[in-house]
């Protein structure tokens, strides 16, 4: 429950405008408030700002311009965004990742040790969970690595456990197939090696599904 405009506001949120549907449709449906995806999420893409609400409050998604460390422009664009939504009658809150999770570029390496796996709801599977590993890196915060099948399938095959060093480096995405779409690729090194992963390319083990 939460105060909005001094009065008690239960938030009946829409995460994400079907397609084809309209705020109206979805004010006409029950939710009072909606996720304004203003720098997108993942795989979704950026989103106008509709001009007419029909009486919905905005939950302003600000994506991941809340991690100051992974981009040095993340300040300014934040400052503005804030600067340019604060007054606006229809915010409700602001939201951001709710998980501190790895979310790679290529070529980005996270080198740490492996702390725990763990279990969490799925990013992309609504009411499921995924297979987490719980990372502390050498020079930063704890975050969670999701395992899908790419990442899974590496862990599976090295079996990293609690305490072991590890590294994982995000390589370019696999070259298009036939019917199949892209896929992300990873190295996963586990100790020693970990620390070798700056110009590591692909190995063996580099994506694709290990039974």
Known sequence: MLECDGKPFFPLQARHIPVGATLKELAGAGFNCFRYLMFGAVDIKVQAC?????????????????????????RRILTETVRSLRENPALLVYENFNEPAWRP???DVLVGVLVRYDRAPDLYRPGETALVAV????????????LGVVLLSLFKSLRPRPGDRIG???QANSAPRPGKKPY???TLRVDDAARALDGAEPAAVDGELVE
């Open 50 to 74: 509709p001009e007419e609400l029909y009486g919905l409050k905005m939950c302003a998604y600000l994506f991941d311009r809340t991690n100051l460390r992974s981009d040095r422009r993340h």
């Open 105 to 107: 570029d290529v070529g």
């Open 135 to 146: 990372v502390k890196p050498d020079d930063g915060p704890t975050v969670a690595v999701w």
């Open 168 to 170: 994982l480096k995000r």
């Open 184 to 186: 992300a690729r990873f």
